[in-house]
């Protein structure tokens, strides 16, 4: 089955930037471009929440006003990869950062953590 990989978190002061990377390995010809992808975050001991999406014809959505006007949704079809670029961020932003299918069809990846704080 299709193995989702996170990268690209890490540790910044408020207003710092970051860009999340997710990859699929596990599956022959895998296609990110077939299915709708999201980026979703997980405080400990809240709920996982989505943040953004992206469709196979290139439609972006922020689905947390929190973040609309910092964060980006998009996608390299050369590459294949879902990124997600995280501008200005803030202390609330902190969370473990996964991707997976709108429809969470794929078996979550590690995540990669996004820590925000003087």
């Known amino acids: 089955q299709v193995q989702l990989v996170e990268s690209g978190g890490g540790s910044v002061q408020p207003g710092g930037s970051l860009r999340l990377s997710c990859s699929a390995s596990?599956?022959?010809?895998?296609?990110?471009?077939?299915?709708?992808m999201s980026w979703y975050r997980q405080a400990p001991g809240a709920e996982r929440r989505l943040v953004a999406t992206?469709?196979?014809?290139?439609?972006?959505?922020i689905n947390l006003d929190s973040v609309k006007g910092r964060f980006t949704i998009s996608k390299d079809n050369v590459t294949d990869a879902i990124y997600l670029q995280m501008n200005n961020l803030k202390p609330e932003d902190t969370a473990m950062y996964y991707c997976?299918?709108?429809?969470?069809?794929?078996?979550w990846g590690q995540g990669t953590q996004v820590t925000v704080s003087s």
């Open positions: 997976n299918h709108v429809n969470q069809i794929f078996d």
């Open positions: 992206i469709t196979p014809t290139g439609t972006t959505t």
């Open positions: 596990g599956f022959i010809g895998f296609n990110f471009g077939k299915y709708v």
